[in-house]
């Protein structure tokens, strides 16, 4: 499927740029990773100041700055994530309402969205000062939970909206609707809807198809289906989504990246849909998608 290129745009960024403030944040297990931030802050330090906040917001440090998550937003021309996908996912959410770029520097085990490795991010972050990078856009989802005797709620995700059991050992039946139309009724673990940037998270472990980032897609995955004709379903992003559970004893769960879980029952609607929002990740001049997949999911291996 064609990408929407006045949505999502990938270039390259040739003029010289200067980045006064360039803001760090940091995983909750900061004291475990705290020479590799002094080693950052001082290699960033001569280019920039290098103010930082850490997701454990009673951390303080006499050596550097730090603020909350507001202040850093607010002050910083680029922002920097120190450890792995969910770091970047909580960053990014901070930043939803900003232009400002974000660049991943992975300190965990997969690292799909930090594409930058610690051992040499002085030298790409030297290159990225001087101008040489690339910007891509990716877009959030929106799910938004219809009640009848309440107000909706809402919440966004840069990966994925899913529904599931309340209790480890059960199942649930939903229905699934695509604009209004019923594309299936199934008992399952759970559903996953997935965007391009989620696609190489849960929904991966979930047998869910890798989608290039620069689509306009959803991915529909089934947690554990009951019926093992059941395969995930890509739709366009375009396409308002509707889960309903079906039984009426039924209560389920959803969950927006893997925060603000939110209890749903039978006379809820769940309508998930592309937002508007984006969030402009900063990536090396030399970034190669295909690259990150062959290195984190060991393809072309040789035994």
Not at 47 to 62: G, I, K, Q
Not at 145 to 173: F, G, K, Q, R
Not at 192 to 207: F, K, M, N
Not at 220 to 235: E, Q
Request: charged content about 20%; proline content about 4%.
């Amino acid at each position: 499927m064609r990408a929407n290129v006045d949505i999502i745009r990938i270039f390259s960024i040739t003029m010289q740029v200067k980045f006064n403030t360039i803001g760090l944040i940091v995983r909750q297990d900061l004291h475990s990773h705290l020479e590799t931030v002094k080693l950052i802050i001082s290699a960033l330090g001569k280019y920039a100041d290098v103010p930082v906040h850490c997701l454990d917001s009673d951390f303080s440090h006499e050596n550097f700055p730090t603020l909350t998550i507001d202040e850093l937003v607010d002050r910083s021309d680029l922002v920097i994530s120190l450890g792995g996908g969910g770091i970047i996912q909580n960053a990014a959410r901070a930043l939803v309402e900003k232009d400002t770029p974000l660049v991943g520097i992975n300190l965990g085990r997969l690292g799909f969205l930090a594409d930058v490795s610690v051992k040499d991010f002085e030298q790409h972050m030297v290159e990225v000062i001087a101008g040489k990078y690339t910007i891509e856009n990716r877009f959030f989802i929106e799910g938004e939970i219809h009640s009848p005797n309440s107000a909706v709620t809402s919440n966004i995700a840069l990966n994925d909206i899913i529904l599931h059991t309340h209790e480890s050992l059960s199942m649930i039946e939903y229905e699934l609707y695509s604009d209004g139309n019923l594309i299936h009724k199934q008992r399952a673990d759970g559903v996953i809807v997935s965007t391009p940037t989620g696609s190489t998270a849960y929904a991966l472990s979930g047998g869910g198809p890798i989608m290039h980032p620069s689509l306009e897609t959803l991915a529909i995955v089934p947690i554990c289906p009951h019926t093992l004709s059941n395969r995930p379903i890509v739709l366009p992003a375009n396409q308002e989504i509707e889960l309903r559970l079906g039984q009426a004893e039924s209560i389920a769960k959803v969950n927006y990246d893997g925060h603000s879980t939110v209890i749903v029952s039978t006379e809820d609607r769940l309508r998930i849909k592309r937002s508007a929002k984006t969030i402009a990740l900063l990536h090396p001049e030399n970034y190669d998608y295909f690259q990150i997949l062959r290195a984190k999911l060991y393809w072309s291996t040789h035994y």
